[in-house]
T-cell receptor, first 110, second 113 residues
C-alpha cells in the first residue's frame, strides 16, 4: 500500500470549512483514497472514499487532484464535535490491510 | 442494525498470561480484521479473516492468533503477554466483495501489568 503524508495538527474555527490535506505521491492506479476519523478513545469512523473523481456525502467532500498524488477532505461547516484525528489511507480496498499512519489532529475552536 | 460489537471493553492481565478478545461483525459482513492501537499512535493491522481462514497478516509475532467462526464472528488470542501488548484492540468488519469500507467497533482496552 502507498503511504500518506498528513500535517500532524490543524485548527479550524467553528462554522468554517475545514480543509485537511493528504499527500500520496506513490499511489497506484487502482488504489482508492479513504478517509476515517477517530474521536478520542472511540473506534475509527468511515467518512468517505474515492478513486479518481471528487466525491461528496452527508459528512464531507473529497477532492482528488488530477494526477491523484494528493487529496483534500473538506468538512463544510465544522462543529466542535468534529474535533478528532483524521486519517488518510490509500488502499486497494478489498483483500487489503489499511495503513493508518499518524493522521491529522483537527481542533475545532469556538 | 447492530454495528460491530466487541467484548470485553476493558481488561487487565499480568505478564505471561493469555487473553481472548471477541468480535461480532456488522450484520451482513463476512470479513473481519483486527488492529492494535498503542496510546498516541494510529491503528496497526494485525490480521484479516475471511471464510474462517487468515488471509493477510501484519508484522505481528505468532503469539497473536485468531479464529473466525461460521457465523463470521471472530476471536483474537494473545499468548505470553508482554507489557508492550497494552493497547486498544480494534475489530473491523467489511464485505469481501464490497467497496472496501471498514466498520470498526469501539475496541477492547487491554492493560498488561
Amino acid at each position: 500500500d502507498a503511504k500518506t503524508t498528513q500535517p500532524p495538527s490543524m485548527d479550524c474555527a467553528e462554522g468554517r470549512a475545514a480543509n485537511l490535506p493528504c499527500n500520496h505521491s506513490t499511489i497506484s492506479g487502482n488504489e482508492y483514497v479513504y478517509w476515517y476519523r477517530q474521536i478520542h478513545s472511540q473506534g475509527p469512523q468511515y467518512i468517505i472514499h474515492g478513486l479518481k473523481n471528487n466525491e461528496t456525502n452527508e459528512m464531507a467532500s473529497l477532492i482528488i487532484t488530477e494526477d491523484r498524488k494528493s487529496s483534500t477532505l473538506i468538512l463544510p461547516h465544522a462543529t466542535l464535535r468534529d474535533t478528532a484525528v483524521y486519517y488518510c489511507i490509500v488502499s486497494l480496498g478489498n483483500f487489503n490491510k489499511f495503513y493508518f499512519g499518524s493522521g491529522t489532529k483537527l481542533n475545532v475552536k469556538p | 442494525d447492530a454495528g460491530v460489537t466487541q467484548s470485553p471493553t476493558h481488561l487487565i492481565k499480568t505478564r505471561g498470561q493469555q487473553v481472548t478478545l471477541r468480535c461480532s461483525p456488522k450484520s451482513g459482513h463476512d470479513t473481519v480484521s483486527w488492529y492494535q492501537q498503542a496510546l498516541g499512535q494510529g491503528p496497526q493491522f494485525i490480521f484479516q479473516y475471511y471464510e474462517e481462514e487468515e488471509r493477510q497478516r501484519g508484522n505481528f509475532p505468532d503469539r497473536f492468533s485468531g479464529h473466525q467462526f461460521p457465523n463470521y464472528s471472530s476471536e483474537l488470542n494473545v499468548n505470553a503477554l508482554l507489557l508492550g501488548d497494552s493497547a486498544l484492540y480494534l475489530c473491523a468488519s467489511s464485505l469481501r466483495y464490497g467497496t472496501g469500507e471498514l466498520f470498526f467497533g469501539e475496541g477492547s482496552r487491554l492493560t498488561v501489568l
